[in-house]
């Protein structure tokens, strides 16, 4: 096991995974984590690595050991960054046992968006609780629910869409306060779709979350130009997406 420690603006812990883990050395990088955290007194701590396997797929000790570590810390907040798609249900699974414990905890495929969710500001009690009105749009049937189950057992509203042409008749109904819009969907796409919600009358201040698989420069430029607000490429941490549902931010 090879560990590597750096600060990122004196404000970040980067612990940079350098070999695959088993149970046993996974149950030692915690601790040698954490240690070190203790150490340079940090509150953030992002886990990077060309393979992030032992962070997500432990199911000895280790990852109940790191999460019991992890909740004892008031204030701390932890974000994952792997790019195997693979591990989607277990990215999953470890938010859904964090938010158990009361675990600030993300997992991102991008570094910079782990970065990110890592320094904003948590989101107040008030907020957290303030139940919003949200679409859920998805082709892939067990990703729209896993969210929305997600979302309603936080108190919000949500409804869900697997094509387009649904999307918008749900819209004009539901009005919501955020979308969570898959790209490739069949037939009207996620480009099309965020289009036609931006000329909605009554949905001009819904904010557009594009989740999607389409994570090329191009796509984003795309998003953008078709009035998407932010742009999370799957697997998207369903802890993190109940976040964004905090104070708004456009006008």
Do not use: C
């Amino acid at each position: 096991m090879e560990l590597r420690f750096t600060t990122i603006d004196e404000d970040v812990l980067r612990v940079d995974i350098r070999e695959r883990e088993t149970a046993e050395e996974t149950r030692a990088m915690a601790e040698a984590v954490f240690g070190e955290r203790a150490r340079r007194g940090l509150l953030r701590v992002l886990l990077t690595g060309r393979d992030s396997r032992p962070i997500f797929k432990v199911e000895e000790y280790g990852l109940s050991g790191l999460l019991a570590r992890m909740a004892a810390i008031p204030g701390l907040r932890v974000a994952a960054v792997s790019d195997a798609a693979e591990l989607h249900a277990a990215h999953q699974y470890v938010a859904l046992l964090a938010k158990q414990r009361g675990v600030a905890y993300g997992a991102f495929q991008r570094e910079d968006e782990a970065l990110a969710w890592l320094r904003a500001e948590g989101v107040t009690k008030s907020a957290a609780m303030t139940a919003r009105r949200v679409l859920v749009v998805d082709d892939n049937t067990d990703a729209a629910n896993s969210i929305a189950f997600l979302l309603r057992e936080a108190g919000h509203v949500v409804e869900i869409a697997h094509d387009g042409v649904k999307a918008l008749q749900a819209a004009r109904s539901l009005r919501p306060e955020f979308v969570f819009l898959d790209l490739g969907l069949p037939g009207m796409d996620g480009f099309e779709v965020a289009r036609a919600l931006r000329r909605e009358p009554s949905l001009q201040a819904v904010r557009i979350i594009a989740v999607t698989g389409y994570g090329s420069e191009t796509d984003r430029r795309r998003a953008e130009e078709a009035g998407i607000d932010q742009h999370l490429v799957k697997p998207a941490d369903p802890a993190f997406l109940e976040s964004l549902l905090g104070p708004r931010h456009r006008p």
